[in-house]
């Protein structure tokens, strides 16, 4: 007699595991049932009442997937609804018809606002990950040209650029920029990267906040660096700065127009709290004159006129030419735009202050715990929005476990030497913080 479906699933585990996604189901469809709340910007609880995260755990992953706040949840269901009641004509119109309604165009004029440049610098992807494959594989680099990068980069940059390389016929070179991300010291990071930067150096690829240690870089300064080391070097040998952005792009109040990289690339739907699947790369269009694009558009006329009439598209590569083409969730990266007037209405500074208050009060708690060793400089100018550890006599993966089963959701970072990682951010508050040291004090 065949096996049913519900036993070869509770043989292999999974039913267990489809219990358990079950009841946080029935939590989430509780959550969505209450009534939505009046939004005031300068009140953190009511911030927090934007979301519909169960108010049974402290949430203290915030870095990982957003959990929307309200007006972005209405601008997608807004545009879900127009999609469902007439697909062909409402894409149409806000894609095709006319230039000025193409809704993207407003999505690159709110991300230009937030970073501190202009509409047509900004290029919308998917994720970081996509924007800096489409970076790296674009910059025709020359054999013999090398990437240098640091060890400290997760998988998708160090394997975007591995990809490149491999493709161009260049080289990846990976250099450490501390020992001791406790005792980060920006000044010596910068120091090695001025010390390895070699002839044929053509591109320094760094993340702004390191995702297993919790250090921020500081990028101003490093592009200061790269652009004295460029004062002797002529246009195609120039240094080109790419920054993995993601965690540091609705975190710190820095305008990344003005940051001085050539390239930056960083998911929205992390801290920026916008719909899953969306991103943007900025870069200045001397830059976007740098690419080649990877995938088609269809942001970009002079391509699409260029195929009609049989002939190479002409000019530099814009922006809009890197945006990559096929239909998106078009419902989410149209919201988006309500994700970044969220911050902009709470204000980023604001936004900055609690999120590092939130984490200082985790790091400092955690460093007067003798059986934790800290990662996470105190010092909020060299960190951001996670703080990493470790607790002597136990494996990251059954810290995160146990503060699970304590109703606090941590992760463990996915590197070869992975940490417990907490990352708190607007949605918490300093209960949250208290419930997560509380359960890491018990673990003596």
């Given at each position: ?16 595991s ?5 009841s946080?189901?029935?939590?989430a ?9 009046p939004?005031?910007?300068?009140d953190w609880?009511s ?11 402290a949430?203290?992953s ?47 004029a709110?991300?230009?606002?937030y970073?501190g440049g ?17 970076i ?10 090398e990437i ?7 998988y998708p940059?160090h394997?975007s ?16 920029l ?6 980060f010291s920006p ?7 001025r ?7 053509r ?18 300064r ?8 460029n ?9 080109l ?13 820095e305008?990344v ?54 002939r190479?598209?002409?000019g530099?590569?814009e ?15 149209w919201a ?5 007037r ?10 900055q ?15 007067r715990?003798?059986?934790v060793t ?22 990251p ?6 503060l699970?089963?304590?109703?606090v959701?941590?992760?463990?970072t ?5 940490h417990?990682?907490f990352s708190?951010?607007?949605?918490n ?6 419930k ?8 003596t």
């Open positions: 007699m065949p096996l049913s479906r519900r036993k070869i699933l509770a043989g292999s585990g999974i039913a267990a489809s219990l358990a996604l079950g946080v189901g029935n939590i469809t509780a959550a969505q049932k209450a009534a939505p709340q939004f005031v910007p300068h609880k911030v927090r009442a934007q979301f519909l995260l169960s108010p049974d755990l949430h203290l915030n870095f990982f997937f957003a959990s929307n706040p309200a007006p972005v949840r209405e601008a997608i269901a807004k545009y879900r609804r127009a999609f469902d009641e007439n697909p062909y004509n409402f894409l149409d119109d806000n894609m095709f018809e006319r230039d000025q309604d193409m809704k993207w165009r407003d999505v690159c709110a991300a230009a606002e970073v202009q509409p047509d610098e900004i290029a919308l992807t998917s994720s970081t990950t996509m924007g800096l494959a489409l790296y594989n674009g910059l025709r680099l020359k054999a013999g040209q240098l990068t640091t060890t400290h980069e997760f940059h394997e650029m591995r990809l490149a390389a491999d493709k161009w016929g260049a080289s990846v070179r990976k250099i450490p501390y020992e001791s991300s406790l005792n000044d010596k990071a910068i120091a090695r990267i010390a390895a930067v070699r002839p044929h150096t591109v320094v690829g760094v993340t702004w906040v390191h995702s297993n240690t919790g250090v921020r870089l500081p990028i101003t490093i592009a200061d660096t790269i652009a004295d080391l004062r002797n070097r002529n246009e195609e040998n120039r240094i700065l790419v920054v993995d952005g993601v965690h540091g792009f609705g975190v710190i109040d305008d127009a003005a940051m001085g990289c050539d390239f930056f690339s960083a998911g929205t739907h992390k801290w920026i709290l916008g719909p899953h699947g969306t991103g943007i790369i900025w870069a200045k269009p001397q830059n976007w004159a740098l690419l080649q694009p990877t995938i088609p558009s269809i942001m970009a006329k002079e391509p699409e006129d260029a195929w009609r009439q049989e190479p598209p002409t530099p590569t922006a809009s030419w890197v945006s990559p083409g096929g239909f998106f969730a078009y419902e989410h990266q988006t735009i309500e994700a970044f969220f911050h902009q209405q709470i204000g980023r500074t604001r936004i202050n609690r999120i590092l208050e939130l984490n200082g009060q985790l790091k400092e708690g955690l460093a715990m003798k059986h800290l990662h996470t400089p105190l010092n909020p100018h060299h960190s951001a929005g996670f703080v990493c550890f470790d607790v002597h006599g136990h494996t993966k059954t810290v995160v476990q146990t699970r089963n304590h109703h959701i941590a992760s463990s996915p590197y070869s030497t992975p417990t990682r708190a951010g607007i949605i508050s300093p209960h949250d913080i208290n997560a040291l509380n359960v890491i004090h018990t673990l």
